[in-house]
């Protein structure tokens, strides 16, 4: 299985995350199907509150396997540690220039499981992610995007956690 990076703060989400399925989701489905054992009678394969509840219980399952996996194979990637050479790594805050639209847009390179671009964040396997690896500032590249081919100049890399 792939290694998954992710940040500390990535890192303390997913624990976080995993908490939270562990302690409160996974009770409250225990609860959920009980009750609708009590309230259904009759053939359980005919409640339908009942199975819907079994239901439930199995997605939380398999995102709790799913959450233990991904901490189990993660390796934390701490940014604090990098020197500022102006080169994009994991973890780098990065601002482009879209030169073709004269746009500028910054985005942290993060893991798969922290990436939203609404909260600014890429993951480093995006195509864009992957396309900036190990350049440096003021170099440009080209990126394939639904709209035809895209040139791109980074304007500025820190190294902030």
């Known amino acids: ?12 989400k997913v ?3 995993l908490e939270e399925y562990v302690k409160v989701k996974r009770p409250a489905s225990i609860e959920a199907i009980s009750e609708a054992q ?10 339908t509150e009942y199975l819907q509840a079994l239901e439930e219980r199995d997605q939380i399952e398999n995102k709790i396997s799913e959450l233990s996996r991904l901490i189990e194979n993660c390796q934390v990637i701490d940014i604090s540690n990098f020197k500022e050479d102006n080169k994009v790594r994991f973890g780098s805050t990065v601002t482009l220039l879209d030169i073709d639209l004269d746009k500028e847009f910054t ?33 440009e590249f080209d990126l ?5 081919i895209r ?5 500025e890399v820190k190294h902030i956690a």
């Open 1 to 12: 299985m792939d290694k998954n990076y992710l940040t500390p703060q990535g890192h303390q």
């Open 38 to 47: 009590k309230n259904g009678g009759g053939e359980l394969s005919e409640n």
């Open 144 to 148: 394939v995007a639904p709209s035809g």
């Open 107 to 139: 985005y942290k390179i993060v893991g798969e499981i922290e990436s939203n671009i609404k909260e600014g964040t890429i993951s480093y396997k995006s195509p864009i992610g992957m396309a900036m690896i190990g350049l440096h500032k003021e170099e």
């Open 151 to 155: 040139t791109f100049e980074i304007i």
């Open 15 to 17: 624990n976080k995350l």
